[in-house]
C-alpha cells in the first residue's frame, strides 16, 4: 500500500438531505447555529468535489500525519488467545498518537476555506484537543478548547501539550465537568462567535453536517483496512472490531465494511462499573433514543430527559451520547454494540502491553478485552481486525493508579 | 382559544388586546423549581398583579446549549432537588387558579421528546399552559411538531436569529403561532447593556413580513431597553436578571422573591406605562 486512501468522499449513501440517519441524526439546535452549519455543508460539498482539497488533504495525511497507517499481525496475541488471526489497525502510530488527527487536519482545512481564523474543540481525553491545537498551530490558527475540569485532572499531560502548541485551555466547571459539559460551552461560544470561529467537533455527533464529515474525514481508516487486508490476506475480515465512545474512530473504519455482508462489525462500549445508570457510559446497549447535543441518537438519560452522569476509567469513551449513525447501525443491526467493563480493559490494557510491546489508550483496551473474549471462540483460519485508535501513554497515570487499587 | 382555566387569556387575544392600547408587553421569564416550587407558585400572581403580560416558565435541563452562566446555574441548583417534570406542571395548574395572563413554556425538546410528545402536550394543556418555546427545534425537523402543537391547542412559539436568512424568516414565521421569538444577538442568555444597534431595522424589517407578533430576547435587563423596544416589537422577554434577583434574595424565602421579581416588572415597566 503506498498510496493514502481517498479522504474526503463521503463513505455511505447517508445521511439524507436533512442529515438523518433512518429516524436518528438531524438539526436539533437553536436557531442562532443554522446559519453556520449551512455554511459548513455547503463548503464541505464543494471541498468535497474540489480535487485540490483532496490534493491538500492527502498531502497533509501523507506527510504530516505518516499515513497510511500500518496494518499489523499480532502475532503473539493471536497465539495467546489461540483462536483467529488479528491484525492491529495501527491508529496509535499517527502523529499526536491518536485518530483524532485525521478528522481535525480536514477541518481545519475547510476552516481555511471558510476564510475563518478561529477554532475552538471540546475534548475529554484530550486526545481531540491536542489534535485540535496540532492543527491550529500547522495552519496558523487561533484554538481555544474546553475541557471539563474533572478530565483536566485526569489528563494533565495532554492539557500541557495543547499549550505547549499555542492553545488555550478553558476549564468548564459547570454540569459534570466531564466531556458533555465541553461539548456545552463549545457550542455556547460558537453561538456567540459563528462569524469568525469553527467548531471543530471531534466525533461523529452533534447535529448534521458534523456526524457526516467526521466519518468522512475517518474514512480512509477502513479503506485502508480493506486495501492492506486483501493485499495480505486476500481477503476481507471476518470481524472489525472498534471501541465506541462519541463513536468516530468506529465510524471511520466500519464505513468502508458497511456493505460487506460478510464482515461483522463490533463495537465496543464503556462498561464501567456496573449496569446502573451513573456506572457506565454504554449509551448503544443500555440506553434509549433521545436528543443530544443537536442530533437524535441514543442516549444516556433518566425518564425526565435529563442527561445522566456517566463513568468510565477512560476518558475517551466518558459521554452520554453516540453518532446517530450508530444509532442507525445499531438499529438495523448492521453492527453489533457490547460492552466492556473498566476492569477487564484493564486487563486487555495489560494483554497487548505484554504480548505486543505495544500501550493501548484505555480507550482501544475496550476493544482488546472484546476480541480477547471473542478470538478463542473463533478458528484460526478466521480474522479479527482491532481498530487500535489510540496509543496509552496518555493513560499511564490512570492505569497506575487503577492498578495501585486492586 | 380554549383553555382549562376560564379566567385564563389566550395568547393572540393577550397581543390583540396591547395592540389596541399601543402597548409593550413584558414577558419575564422564570426557572421553574428555582429556588424551590414554592417561589414559582408565588411568582407567577406576582407577577400578573405586577403588569406582567405573559410568563415565560423554563423547565430546567442538564444541557441548556443556549444559556448564559446564571440561567445554567439556576436550572442545575433546581436539578439538584431532584426537580420532575410533573411536579412542574402540578406547580403550574395551581398557580392557574390565580393567574389569568398567558403562561408559555420553555423547554428543550430533549425534555419533550423524552417526556413523549403526545404525553408532553396532554399534560401543558390540562396545566394551563398556553403556548411551548422550543429552543432547540428549529425547521426542518420543527415542522411535524408544530402540528401536532397547534392540533394540542397550544401556541408554537420559534425563534429567529439575526442570522437567519430571509426564506428561514418567512417558513418560521408560517410555522408560528402565538408569537415569534426575536433573539437580539447571536449568542446566549445574559445581560447586556445596550441593545445592538440594528435591532430595531431588524425587527421592523421582520414585522413587515408577518402578522404573527414579535417579541425580542436575550440582553434586555433595563426600562430603557423596554422602552426603546416600544412601537417597534410586540414584546420584550426579560430572563436572566429576573433569575439573578431570584438568587439575591435567595435566602429570603418565595414571598420575598416574588415580590422582589414583581418590583422588577414595574421597574422595567417604568417608562411605558
Known amino acids: 500500500m503506498s498510496s493514502v486512501a481517498t479522504a474526503a468522499k463521503s463513505a455511505s449513501p447517508l445521511p439524507d438531505a436533512n442529515g438523518h440517519f433512518g429516524q436518528f441524526g438531524g438539526v436539533f439546535v437553536p436557531e442562532t447555529l443554522v446559519g453556520a452549519i449551512r455554511q459548513l455543508e455547503t463548503e464541505y460539498t464543494r471541498a468535497k468535489n474540489d480535487p485540490e482539497f483532496k490534493r491538500e488533504f492527502d498531502y497533509y495525511l501523507r506527510e504530516f500525519v505518516g499515513r497510511p497507517s500500518r496494518f499489523y499481525f499480532a502475532q503473539r496475541l493471536t497465539e495467546t488467545l489461540g483462536g483467529a488471526k488479528i491484525y492491529l489497525k495501527r491508529e496509535d502510530l499517527n502523529h499526536t498518537g491518536a485518530h483524532k488527527i485525521n478528522n481535525t487536519i480536514g477541518q481545519a482545512l475547510l476552516t481555511k476555506r471558510m476564510c475563518k481564523k478561529r477554532v475552538i474543540a471540546e475534548t475529554g481525553a484530550g486526545q481531540h484537543g491536542v489534535a485540535t491545537a496540532t492543527a491550529a498551530a500547522l495552519f496558523g490558527l487561533k484554538c481555544d478548547v474546553y475541557m471539563g475540569a474533572e478530565d483536566v485532572r485526569r489528563q494533565n499531560l495532554n492539557v500541557f501539550r495543547m499549550k505547549l502548541m499555542g492553545a488555550n485551555v478553558i476549564e468548564v466547571h459547570s454540569g459534570s465537568k466531564t466531556l458533555k459539559d465541553a461539548t456545552n460551552e463549545a457550542m455556547r461560544d460558537w453561538m456567540g462567535s459563528v462569524e469568525h470561529t469553527h467548531y471543530i467537533i471531534g466525533s461523529v455527533v452533534g447535529p448534521h453536517p458534523f456526524p457526516m464529515i467526521v466519518r468522512d474525514f475517518q474514512s480512509m481508516i477502513g479503506t485502508e483496512t480493506r486495501a492492506q487486508c486483501l493485499e495480505i490476506e486476500g481477503r476481507l475480515p471476518d470481524y472489525v472490531v472498534a471501541c465506541v465512545g462519541g463513536g468516530s474512530n468506529a465510524a471511520g473504519i466500519f464505513a468502508s465494511f458497511a456493505g460487506d455482508k460478510s464482515v461483522k462489525l463490533v463495537g465496543v462500549e464503556a462498561g464501567g462499573l456496573g449496569t446502573q445508570l451513573g456506572q457506565h457510559a454504554a449509551t448503544l446497549c443500555k440506553g434509549e433514543p433521545g436528543v443530544l447535543h443537536g442530533c437524535l441518537t441514543y442516549v444516556l438519560q433518566d425518564d425526565d430527559g435529563q442527561t445522566a452522569i456517566v463513568h468510565s476509567a477512560s476518558a475517551g469513551l466518558d459521554y452520554p451520547g453516540v453518532g446517530p449513525e450508530h444509532s442507525y447501525w445499531k438499529d438495523s443491526g448492521r453492527v453489533e454494540y457490547h460492552s466492556i467493563t473498566d476492569d477487564e480493559a484493564l486487563e486487555g490494557f495489560q494483554l497487548l502491553a505484554q504480548t505486543e510491546g505495544i500501550l493501548p489508550a484505555l480507550e482501544s483496551a475496550h476493544a482488546i478485552a472484546q476480541v480477547k473474549k471473542l478470538a478463542p471462540k473463533l478458528g484460526k483460519d478466521q480474522i479479527i481486525v482491532i481498530n487500535l485508535s489510540g496509543r496509552g501513554d496518555k493513560d499511564c497515570q490512570e492505569v497506575a493508579r487503577l492498578l495501585n487499587r486492586s | ?273
Open chain 2, 1 to 273: 382559544m380554549p383553555s382549562t382555566t376560564a379566567a385564563s387569556r389566550s395568547i393572540p387575544d393577550t397581543f390583540r388586546a396591547l395592540r389596541e392600547k399601543k402597548q409593550i408587553a413584558l414577558m419575564p421569564f422564570i426557572a421553574a423549581g428555582f429556588p424551590d416550587l414554592a417561589t414559582t407558585l408565588a411568582s407567577l400572581p406576582a407577577i400578573e398583579q405586577a403588569g406582567g403580560s405573559l410568563v415565560e416558565v423554563g423547565f430546567p435541563f442538564s444541557d441548556p446549549i443556549a444559556d448564559g452562566p446564571v440561567i445554567q446555574e439556576a436550572f442545575t441548583a433546581a436539578l439538584e432537588k431532584k426537580l420532575k417534570m410533573a411536579e412542574v406542571f402540578a406547580t403550574v395548574a395551581e398557580a392557574r387558579k390565580s393567574v389569568s395572563i398567558p403562561l408559555v413554556s420553555m423547554v428543550s425538546y430533549s425534555i419533550v421528546f423524552r417526556y413523549g410528545l403526545d404525553r408532553f402536550l396532554k399534560d401543558a394543556k390540562a396545566a394551563g399552559f398556553s403556548g411551548l418555546i422550543l429552543p432547540d427545534l428549529p425547521p426542518p425537523e420543527a415542522e411535524s411538531i408544530c402540528d401536532k402543537v397547534r392540533s394540542a391547542g397550544l401556541d408554537t412559539v420559534l425563534l429567529i436569529a439575526p442570522t437567519t436568512t430571509p426564506e428561514r424568516r418567512k417558513e418560521i414565521a408560517r410555522l408560528s403561532s402565538g408569537f415569534i421569538y426575536y433573539l437580539s444577538i447571536s449568542g446566549i442568555t445574559g445581560e447586556r447593556d445596550k441593545l445592538p444597534a440594528d435591532l430595531e431595522s431588524n425587527v421592523r424589517q421582520l414585522k413587515s413580513m408577518t402578522d404573527v407578533p414579535v417579541c425580542v430576547g436575550f440582553g434586555i435587563n433595563k426600562a430603557e431597553h423596554v422602552k426603546q423596544l416600544e412601537g417597534v416589537a410586540d414584546g420584550a422577554i426579560v430572563g436572566t436578571a429576573f433569575v439573578r434577583r431570584a438568587r439575591e434574595h435567595l435566602d429570603e424565602g418565595p414571598d420575598a422573591i416574588a415580590k422582589a421579581t414583581a418590583q422588577y416588572c414595574k421597574e422595567l415597566l417604568s417608562l411605558v406605562r
